[in-house]
């Protein structure tokens, strides 16, 4: 009897622990770690509209990627960004970019492409503390933009993702670095 009531109550366990289980598997979208290839992310200041910002992206020796420089407001600039150019990926099933960064404090935007030829992105705003953090942005709440402004469009609600990018522009002269340990969805 005492093994019939064991099977019962590992079978009613296993209920349990497979329906609160995610009902979607993770989609990696970067892991960064030490020797991956970063040859896909470039870097994008304002100076390609005059802009004097300075930005470098590179791999630190534990392996994350270092997003750091100088944005400079002067001659009408004012941000700086790293993009990962990837081929599209199926995200039908997502709701929810998931992303693990270290920053120094500062507001960031984390950006989207649905095509790589899109001219905008939809963004995101997040904030950093100095530590570690896990990021959970929704899909749905990133809006469309365009140059700094809101285009008059409905929020991301696409099948497909074939960019990623972290941009600062808060307005103001600053030194940045923001650490990149993963971009994930769900």
Do not use: C
């Not at 990837?86 to 960031?108: C, F, L, P, Q």
């Amino acid at each position: 009897m005492s093994i019939i009531l064991n099977i019962l109550f590992a079978l009613q366990t296993f209920s349990m622990t497979a329906s609160q289980a995610p009902h979607n598997t993770p989609i990696t979208l970067f892991n960064f770690s030490k020797g991956i290839n970063i040859k896909n992310w470039r870097i994008v200041n304002d100076d390609v509209m005059g802009g004097i910002s300075t930005s470098s992206f590179k791999l630190s020796k534990s392996g994350h990627g270092i997003f750091q420089g100088n944005v400079s407001t002067e001659n009408n600039g004012g941000f700086a960004s790293v993009r990962h150019i990837m081929d599209e990926i199926n995200i039908k099933a997502s709701t929810t970019i998931r992303i693990k960064v270290k920053g120094d404090g500062k507001n960031y935007q984390f950006r989207i492409k649905n095509k790589t030829s899109d001219y905008f992105s939809y963004i995101t705003t997040f904030s950093t503390n100095g530590e570690w953090q896990v990021m959970e942005l929704k899909l749905k709440d990133f809006y469309a933009s365009f140059r700094g402004r809101k285009l008059e469009i409905p929020n991301f609600d696409k099948d497909e993702i074939g960019q990623v990018a972290f941009l600062i522009a808060n307005g103001t002269d600053e030194a940045f670095k923001l650490e990149i340990d993963s971009i994930e969805l769900y």
